[in-house]
């Protein structure tokens, strides 16, 4: 069964950093493009991040790029994202997402299979 679980979720402060997982079974995370996203109250689901399943550099989109660091852990199967210089409008809910077809999305459409999010909140 495919299940894709995400952690590190919480109150941070601006100017904060904080790490998100997302701990998947069912799958190697090697072998599926993991995406990162983010709903906001009343927003629509954002995609902001997304690393592909061969050794190329992670795509960000520019609200987050030079702040966010997505990595991946094959021995663990688990995808992170590191989370730095954190802004008030960062807060959301995040959602890591898994996508078997090759190619870097953004679309939420695009993805399979999706953990239960994480909520972070940056506020002083």
């Known amino acids: 069964q495919v299940q894709l679980v995400e952690s590190g979720g919480g109150l941070v402060q601006p100017g904060g950093s904080r790490r998100l997982s997302c701990a998947a079974s069912g799958f190697n995370v090697t072998d599926y493009y993991i995406g990162w996203f983010r709903q906001a109250p009343g927003k629509e689901r954002e995609g902001i991040s997304c690393i592909s399943s061969t050794r190329s550099s992670p795509f960000y989109v520019d609200s987050v790029k030079g702040r966010f660091t997505t990595s991946r852990d094959s021995t663990k199967n688990i995808v992170y994202l590191q989370m730095n210089s954190l802004k008030p409008e960062d807060t959301a809910v995040y959602y890591c997402?898994?996508?078997?077809?090759?190619?870097?999305?953004?679309?939420?459409?695009?993805?399979?299979?999706w953990g239960q999010g994480t909520q972070v909140t940056v506020s002083s």
């Open positions: 997402a898994g996508r078997r077809i090759t190619g870097y999305s953004t679309r939420p459409a695009d993805y399979d299979y």
